[in-house]
């Protein structure tokens, strides 16, 4: 198995511009989450997706941030406008179904906003 | 959801046992207790789960009282690879999602 996906593994942009991580879940997981880590605020949930529908966007910052997950095997968070405090650790996960709590992380998109 | 409480951060040595002990004072009924590690610039990894009594797996033991309000992991004969962050979390697996939280950082020196 692969393991869950995520590029690119590192973006620098400049403040302004849109921005899209890209994200492929394991197979056969029904689960997908995206994090984001920062120093100060550690890892901070974003938004889930059961069954490609969005369960719980309440983590996401604001209207800035939008996740989609058109099918089972792709997933994409965008930022428009991205500001420089957006700079982070972006992870992508995934889990099967009944077993949230085992979730296999992909290697992060580290994003930096100038 | 069910808040954990873990210390900050722990040092060890190598080839000591550690041991971290999480608060789950609110833990439901059916909530799981899952640990998590972090290497620095890596994604957390899963590392062990458990319902009640002892869980060991090839990497960690997990032991939980009867009163499942805490858990302690504890990592036998650390190396310096076990330098890491270690992230308790309680959830039911159905329910609403997880909260990592800041986690234990654990520094092994030599």
């Known amino acids: 198995d692969a393991g869950v996906i995520q590029s690119p593994r590192h973006e620098v942009t400049e403040m302004g511009q849109e921005v899209t991580l890209r994200c492929k879940p394991i197979?056969?997981?029904?689960?997908l989450f995206w994090y984001r880590q920062t120093m100060m605020r550690g890892l901070e949930l974003l938004i889930y997706?059961?069954?490609?529908?969005?369960?719980?966007d309440s983590g996401m910052p604001e209207d800035r941030f939008s996740a989609k997950m058109p099918n089972a095997s792709f997933s994409t968070l965008k930022i428009q406008p991205s500001e420089p405090r957006d700079s982070a650790v972006y992870f992508c996960?995934?889990?099967?179904?009944?077993?949230?709590?085992?979730?296999?992380f992909g290697p992060g998109t580290r994003l930096l906003v100038l | 959801l069910a808040k954990t409480t873990q210390p900050i951060s722990m040092d060890s040595y190598e080839g000591q046992e550690v041991n971290i002990t999480c608060s789950h004072n609110n833990i439901a009924t059916n909530d799981y207790i899952t640990w998590y590690q972090q290497f620095p610039s890596q994604g957390p990894r899963f590392i062990i789960q458990g319902y009640k009594t002892k869980v060991t797996n090839e990497v960690a033991s997990l032991f939980i009282p009867a009163d499942r309000k805490s858990s302690t992991l504890s990592l036998p004969r650390v190396s310096l690879s076990d330098t890491a962050v270690y992230y308790c979390?309680?959830?039911?697996?159905?329910?609403?999602?997880?909260?990592f939280g800041k986690g234990t950082t654990l520094s092994v020196s030599s």
């Open positions: 996960a995934s889990s099967r179904a009944g077993d949230k709590e085992t979730q296999y």
């Open positions: 979390l309680v959830g039911d697996g159905a329910g609403t999602a997880l909260i």
């Open positions: 197979s056969g997981h029904d689960y």
């Open positions: 997706f059961n069954n490609n529908v969005p369960i719980d």
